[in-house]
Structures are given as structure tokens and as C-alpha cells.
């Protein structure tokens, strides 16, 4: 059984950071992209930023371009999200995703409909 599961959301200020953490099981880690994705309220669910196999060609969207890093931990099936000045923007629900690319190696999806499971999302608010 497969499982998806995020960790590190809270509570943060405006110009602080936070560190998301995602673990994933039940699968083979090193044949899946992963990427995460956040839905504010009232909003679309949207992609964040993605990382292929490899780690190579990391996907961002423009709004967190500079401030957020995607990294990925072979050895402990984990992918981190790294959020630096944080904005009241960043405000949303946090989702890590996989999404199995065995023949793109450097490939980073985009489209959510790439990506095969997802974990139960880790709450980011932003507020002074």
C-alpha cells in the first residue's frame, strides 16, 4: 500500500521560514517524481514545485521562484520543500504528490493529473 504523507507545516511570520517534509512508502521512490502543490482557501489547487527522479531540472512556480527550494533524499525516500520569506500568500494547504516517470529520468511534471498519490496535505498559515 502506498502512502504519502507530509509533515512541517504551522504557524510562521511574514519573512520566516519553514521546512515541509514528505516520506513516501509502499513504492519504488527512485522511479517517481514528486512535487508539491498547495490550495488556498477558495482556490484552485496549484503546483508549487516538482522534482524529477534525478533531482535534476527542479520545477517552480513563478510566485516562489528565489524563496522556495524542492529537495530529494534518495537513501530516505523524502522530498523537502524548503520556504524561505514567507509571504501571507503562502497561506494554503500543502500536498506532496508522486508521480511515476521511469522513462523521463529529468523530468519534472507539471500537471497535476501526472501525479498518481497524494498525501492528506500540512496546513501553512502566514500571519503577524
Known amino acids: 500500500q502506498v502512502q504519502v504523507v507530509e509533515s512541517g507545516g504551522g504557524l510562521a511570520q511574514p519573512g520566516e521560514s519553514l521546512r515541509l517534509s514528505c516520506t513516501a512508502s509502499?513504492?519504488?521512490?527512485?522511479?517517481?517524481?514528486m512535487g508539491w502543490f498547495r490550495q488556498a482557501p477558495g482556490k484552485e489547487r496549484e503546483l508549487v514545485a516538482s522534482?524529477?527522479?534525478?533531482?535534476?531540472?527542479?520545477y517552480y512556480t513563478d510566485s516562489v521562484k528565489g524563496r522556495f527550494t524542492i529537495s530529494r533524499d534518495k537513501a530516505k525516500n523524502l522530498v523537502d520543500l524548503r520556504m524561505n520569506s514567507l509571504k501571507p500568500e503562502d497561506t494554503a494547504t500543502y500536498f506532496c504528490?508522486?508521480?511515476?516517470?521511469?522513462?523521463?529520468?529529468?523530468?519534472?511534471?507539471?500537471?497535476?493529473?501526472?501525479?498518481?498519490?497524494w498525501g492528506q496535505g500540512t496546513r501553512v498559515t502566514v500571519s503577524s
Open positions: 509502499g513504492l519504488t521512490f527512485d522511479d517517481y517524481a
Open positions: 504528490a508522486a508521480a511515476r516517470t521511469s522513462s523521463l529520468p529529468n523530468y519534472s511534471p507539471r500537471a497535476q493529473t501526472d501525479f498518481e498519490y
Open positions: 522534482i524529477s527522479r534525478t533531482g535534476r531540472n527542479p
